[in-house]
Structure formats: structure tokens, C-alpha cells
């Protein structure tokens, strides 16, 4: 991508060199060969730098786009370490919101499938199904769970 650099140099040394041996020369027809060559290779030169012009404006973007990925990441990354795995009966695991956090939120739990994958998915209450657990499911891949009562915060209790 930045082989234009090597050909600028290569050109900027020709031109130099060219302007070198045209401060010796008398003969006019010789001069004229001279500055002819010379104009060709600064036009080179001029082609080389708006490569890298263009190639550095390319840079610029990519940089700017994963600058953008890399914000996005970081603020899903931000919400999922509100949560921490909680056992909520034998063998059912969920993700809770941290003590630090239950107080600026409502009671929720996430789906451990999704949160694994990388993303935030709030169970969404089915049914009461019987008075030793409910029933919740991932609105996002299905998945369901059965928190038993004891765990319930009293906000997602059935009335
Ligand atoms: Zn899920």
C-alpha cells in the first residue's frame, strides 16, 4: 500500500540529480532534453503523492471506523458488566444485576445464552407456574428458565 513512498523518493532523487547536471550544461539542445526529463519525472512525482494521498484518506477512514466499532463494543461491554451470574435454585443459573446496580434499575434477570454470546437479553415473565417457581423466556433465542420463588425480587412476583 505505500510503495508510492519508494517511487516518490526514486523520483525526487532523479529530479534532484537531473537539476544537478543542468547547472554544468551549455549546450541549448542538451538543456532542453534535460528540462524535458525533468518535468516528466516531477510529474511522476506529483502522481506518486496524490497516491498517497488517496491511500492516507483510505487510512484515515479505517481508523475512524474502528475507532466507531470500538465505542460500540466498549459500551456493550459496559452494560454486561452490570450483571453477575446468580444461582437462582438447583442447578438454573441466570444473570442479576450487581448489588452496586439493583437500585438504579427494576428487578430483571438476563438470559445466560444470549449474555454469553455477548448481548443483554431481559427475560420476559411468563406464568406463575405453580408457587415454587416461574417461568421466564428469552425474547431473543427462546430460551426458558424456572426461578424458583425464594429468588424472585417481590417486584416480579405474581400478585
Ligand atoms: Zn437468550
Known sequence: MIDWVAAAFSSAKA??????????LRDEELVRGRVMELTSTL?????????????????????????????????KQNVLERYELRGVGPAKVVYALKPEYADAEPAHFCCTNCYDKGHRSVLKAMRQNNSTSMKFSCPECSNTFFITGEYLPDTLKAR
Do not use: R
Open 15 to 24: 529530479a534532484g540529480d537531473i537539476a544537478k547536471s543542468l547547472v554544468t
Open 43 to 75: 510529474m511522476d512525482l506529483q502522481q506518486q503523492m496524490m497516491q498517497g494521498q488517496l491511500e492516507q484518506m483510505a487510512l484515515i477512514k479505517k481508523i475512524a471506523d474502528l475507532e466507531d466499532a470500538l465505542k460500540s463494543t466498549k459500551a
